[in-house]
C-alpha cells in the first residue's frame, strides 16, 4: 500500500511539471508578437506608392560618403593637382618604398614594359602591341602623376591595374619607374658622397653570372605607343648605354 502510494505521488508531480510547462509555453507564446515581421516594409528591388517617384531605395543623401570612401587627400588618389598632373610624390620615398615599387613592378609591369623597362617585355615579344619605353624624350618628361593616372585608368592599349595595385602601390611603382629612368642617365656626381660605385661587369662576376648580363643593351629603334584619342604615334628612339 505504501508503495502505490509513492507511485500515485510521483505521477501526480509529473502532471504537475508538465502542466506548469504547457502553461509556460503558452505565456511564452503570447508575448511572442508578430507585429515587426507584419508591418509594412520595402523589398529590395521593388516599387512603392508611398514615393512620388515610385521607388523604394532612396537616393544617397547629397555631399555623403560611403565608409572607405572618403578620399580627403585627392592628389594621393588622382595624381592631378587642380586637374593636371604633378610632378611629385605624396609620401617621402625610402629605400622601403622603392624596393615594393620594384617588386610590384616586376610582377605587374615588366611583362609588356620589360624590367628594364624599354617596352620589349616578353608580351611584346610575343606580338602583343609595343609598350611604353620610359626611356624616350616623351615618358622622361612626363610628370609622375602621369605615371600613377595610367595605372589607375589605363591609356591606349594598356588597362588599368587599379585592382591589381593600391593606390600607396601605384605611387611605389612610379617611383621605381624614375629611379629607372635616372639609372640610365646617371652620372658620376649624381653619387652620394661615401657612396661605392661598382661597375655592373664586376657585380655580374660576383653573382656567377656570365659576361653578357653586363652588356650594353639597346633600346627599339621605333616604338608605337596608344593614345587617348585611339590614335598611335610613331616615336623614334635612340640606344642608351646600360652602363
Known amino acids: 500500500m505504501q508503495g502505490s502510494g509513492v507511485r500515485e505521488q510521483g505521477t501526480g508531480m509529473m502532471k ?43 537616393p544617397q543623401v547629397e555631399g555623403t560618403v ?30 622601403e618604398v622603392l624596393q615594393r615599387g620594384q617588386e610590384r613592378f616586376n610582377i605587374y609591369c615588366s611583362a609588356c614594359h620589360s624590367r628594364v623597362g ?18 624616350d624624350a616623351r615618358l622622361m618628361a612626363v610628370p609622375l602623376g602621369h605615371f600613377f593616372n595610367v595605372m589607375t585608368n589605363g591609356y591606349g592599349a594598356m588597362p588599368d591595374y587599379a585592382a591589381q595595385l593600391t593606390p600607396a602601390d601605384r605611387w611605389a611603382v612610379a617611383a621605381y619607374i624614375r629611379a629607372l629612368q635616372l639609372s640610365q642617365n646617371a652620372t658620376a656626381a649624381d653619387v652620394a658622397a661615401g657612396q661605392h660605385v661598382e661597375q655592373l661587369g664586376d657585380i655580374a662576376q660576383h653573382e656567377g653570372l656570365p659576361a653578357s648580363f653586363a652588356d650594353e643593351w639597346t633600346l627599339p629603334g621605333t616604338a608605337v605607343y596608344g593614345t587617348p584619342d585611339g590614335k598611335d604615334d610613331a616615336i623614334p628612339t635612340a640606344a642608351t648605354p646600360g652602363k
Open 16 to 58: 504537475k511539471i508538465v502542466l506548469l510547462g504547457a502553461v509556460s509555453a503558452l505565456a511564452f507564446a503570447a508575448g511572442c508578437r508578430q507585429d515587426m515581421q507584419d508591418q509594412p516594409k520595402f523589398f529590395p528591388q521593388r516599387g512603392t506608392t508611398f514615393y512620388a517617384d515610385g521607388r523604394s531605395v532612396r
Open 118 to 135: 624599354n617596352g620589349e617585355g616578353m608580351i611584346v615579344e610575343r606580338g602583343y602591341k609595343p609598350a611604353g619605353n620610359f626611356h
Open 66 to 95: 560611403a565608409r572607405g570612401q572618403l578620399h580627403e587627400d585627392t592628389y594621393f588618389y588622382t595624381g592631378r593637382i587642380d586637374g593636371k598632373e604633378a610632378d611629385l610624390l605624396p609620401f617621402p620615398v625610402t629605400m
